[in-house]
Nanobody, 124 residues
Framework: QVQLVESGGGLVQAGDSLTLSCATS????????MGWFRQAPGKEREFVAT????????YYADSVKGRFTISRDNSKNTVYLQMNSVQPEDTAVYYC?????????????????WGQGTQVTVSS
């Protein structure tokens, strides 16, 4: 059974930086793509970023490109989301997830394993 546990959320001010972490267990972490999603109140879950198994390829949603960076440390079975210049519209519950397939995908339906989420609140 795969387990994903996010941490690092909190209350920050607009313009601040924040790093989310997602620790994984239960399978060979280094063999799989990982992704981050977010869900704001009253909105659908949306794609944020994804990273290849090796970490050499990444893909971002336009809304976070240039501000957020996804990375991974396969020796620690952990994926990160560095969030810079956060804005109130970044307020959401952030989830890490893992798909079953090898490609970099942005559709939530393609992701099979999900963490419980961590709340990020950005005040103006």
């Amino acid at each position: 059974q795969v387990q994903l546990v996010e941490s690092g959320g909190g209350l920050v001010q607009a313009g601040d930086s924040l790093t989310l972490s997602c620790a994984t267990s239960g399978r060979t972490f280094s063999s799989y793509v990982m992704g981050w999603f977010r869900q704001a109140p009253g909105k659908e879950r949306e794609f944020v970023a994804t990273i290849s198994a090796s970490g050499s390829s990444t893909y971002y949603a336009d809304s976070v490109k240039g501000r957020f960076t996804i990375s991974r440390d396969n020796s620690k079975n952990t994926v990160y989301l560095q969030m810079n210049s956060v804005q109130p519209e970044d307020t959401a519950v952030y989830y890490c997830a893992a798909p079953l397939g090898p490609g970099l995908v942005s559709a939530a339906a393609r992701y099979h394993y999900w963490g419980q989420g961590t709340q990020v609140t950005v005040s103006s």
